[in-house]
């Protein structure tokens, strides 16, 4: 009976095994045909995996450049503050989907405030499962009127690369808990307050916020030991990653937040479906 009951365990695992070998290797179902590249210059631009440099829409003046050249000094540039830090192309371009180097683009700048933010994300979480990560990959960005955004995007960025394929659900989670916790707040409250802190993001005084929660979700999740200095690097990375939302909102023309821009493309409107015609 024993031999049985091993020989059918063994066929569920080989049979389990394929499975996932095979989910790994194949095509996502619906997958679109992408072409091997790019023609829009303007995709991959604030790509550090891709350019030596980014553009910098801050740089001084003629006088001022004069002034720092003869102290010996250059213009300042995001990739010259930020990249003494060991994660610093994740924390200017956070992969959240896709390989660094695959030639198509999509660029996610988000807004935490902004109820909308939510829905344009889900239309990304659904275009994504037409693309394989070697065509396309997905940034995102995060400049959010309330400041507890910068916290999760903070997040987001720590798991790309410490938690490699976890960050869209994060993302989702995020988004989603943020607007239910102002839902709750007005109908118990009768009004919502601004994230300012992780304290605000709650209802009950004895709620976790939204960011320590979901180090539990994590897989593995993050020990209790480390969570002071994974909330500290939270809120360093993602105010890395805010200037780099500041520069891209403004090379490409974005007037409002939350926006979505396609290979160099910033979309007028939002959908899974707009933002696959764009690449194609």
């Known amino acids: 009976m024993r031999g049985i009951v091993m020989a059918t365990l063994l066929f569920t695992l080989m049979l389990t095994g394929c499975g996932a070998a095979k989910s790994r290797d194949a095509s996502p179902q619906g997958a679109v045909s992408l072409s091997a590249s ?5 995709a991959n631009q604030f790509n550090p995996y891709m350019q030596k440099s980014m553009p910098n829409l801050r740089a001084a003046t003629a006088d001022g450049a004069a002034m720092l050249n003869k102290l ?4 300042p540039t995001i990739e010259g503050e930020a990249r003494h830090r060991p994660q610093w192309k994740s924390e200017i371009y956070p992969v959240v989907f896709g390989n660094a180097t695959a030639p198509h683009e999509i660029l996610v700048v988000l807004d935490f405030a902004a109820p909308q933010s939510e829905k344009v994300w889900q239309a990304v979480v659904e275009a994504s499962r ?7 990959k997905i940034a995102v960005f995060a400049n959010s009127k309330e400041y507890y955004g910068t916290d999760l995007m903070g997040l987001a960025i720590w798991i ?7 960050a869209m659900p994060y993302l989702t989670y995020a988004l989603g808990q943020w607007n239910k916790v102002k839902a709750e707040q007005k109908s118990t409250r009768g009004r919502a307050v601004a994230f300012q802190n992780e304290y605000d993001a709650t209802v009950k005084s004895t709620d976790y916020p939204i960011h320590y929660t979901y180090f539990s979700h994590l897989r593995p999740p993050v020990p209790a030991n480390q969570e002071l200095s994974v909330a500290k690097y939270c809120y360093d990375a993602g105010n890395v990653n805010l200037y780099q939302a500041e520069q891209i909102s403004k090379y490409f023309g974005v007037k409002n937040l939350p926006a979505v821009i396609v290979n160099g493309q910033l979309l007028s409107s939002v959908s899974a479906g707009s933002i696959l015609k764009a690449l194609q």
């Open 130 to 136: 037409s693309l394989t990560p070697q065509q396309c």
């Open 72 to 75: 010996g000094g250059n213009v």
């Open 38 to 42: 790019v023609q829009n210059g303007n």
């Open 160 to 166: 790309s690369h410490s938690r490699p394929g976890q």
